[in-house]
């Protein structure tokens, strides 16, 4: 019997302002089912850049203080405990790597909420995509997530979509990325480097165009395996 495409979901906390973004992460997990896929979630072992209070939106602890939240235990929440650690990531274990959008991509996954194109990227992040891209296996990013995979595999020339917003999309090229416009539910292919994009929330107005544009980002993986 011919085994499930399997997925690798590297999540970044939990809660749109500084980890996840929650809807993008669940109807990720769900087309991922739905397309008769299987999924393993991780996230890296490490400290939130900074803990937003989600019903007032203010800041509530930063990097170094002892309140702040561990990006792991955080992104455990969508896994419903099932999470590993990023460490433990073989990319010879699957058939794609997807990472959701959220604040946490831009800066617990990298720091480009902060510096832009000159972004650091998490070592471990790092590692997952160079290896991942390295033995071919499918790529795919969603909402501001794609700067992350701008930053470390921009030399290839990776094309990439976080919708239509310039000041984003000349930090991609900066990077030496290739940026293309799109909607809310479209996504952006590069067949050459095997990475697929789409701008979700970035765009998108309701949970619906989510749910639409995490289908058509799991589809259009699904082809280029």
């Known amino acids: 019997m011919i085994e499930a495409p399997k997925f690798a979901v590297v999540l970044s906390g939990c809660g749109v302002f500084d980890g996840s973004e929650i809807y993008e992460a669940v109807c990720t997990l769900l087309a991922i089912d739905e397309a008769g896929c299987s999924y393993q979630c991780f996230a890296p072992n490490t400290w939130q850049a900074k803990t937003?209070?989600?019903?007032?939106?203010?800041?509530?602890a930063i990097a170094g203080d002892e309140d702040n939240r561990n990006v792991l235990a955080e992104?455990?929440?969508i896994a419903r405990g099932n999470i590993?650690?990023?460490?433990?990531f073989q990319a010879r274990d699957f058939d794609a790597i997807v990472f959701p959008g959220g604040f946490g991509a831009a800066m617990n996954l990298s720091d480009f909420a902060a510096k832009g194109s000159k972004c650091d990227v998490n070592e471990e992040v790092k590692r997952v995509l160079e290896e991942g891209h390295r033995q071919g296996i499918v790529i795919g990013a969603m909402c501001i997530a794609p700067v992350v995979i701008a930053r470390v595999l921009g030399?290839?020339?990776v094309k990439v979509t976080i919708g239509h917003e310039e000041a984003v999309a000349a930090?991609?090229?900066q990077m030496g990325g290739v940026h293309e416009d799109c909607g809310a539910t479209d996504v952006c292919v590069d067949e050459e480097n095997k990475i697929v994009t789409t701008p979700c929330y970035m765009l998108a107005k309701s949970i619906r165009e989510i749910a639409r544009g995490t289908r058509n980002l799991v589809d259009a993986m699904v082809e280029l395996m």
């Open 52 to 60: 937003i209070d989600h019903f007032t939106g203010q800041s509530t």
């Open 75 to 77: 992104s455990a929440r």
């Open 84 to 88: 590993l650690d990023l460490s433990e």
């Open 155 to 157: 030399k290839n020339k």
């Open 171 to 173: 930090g991609i090229r």
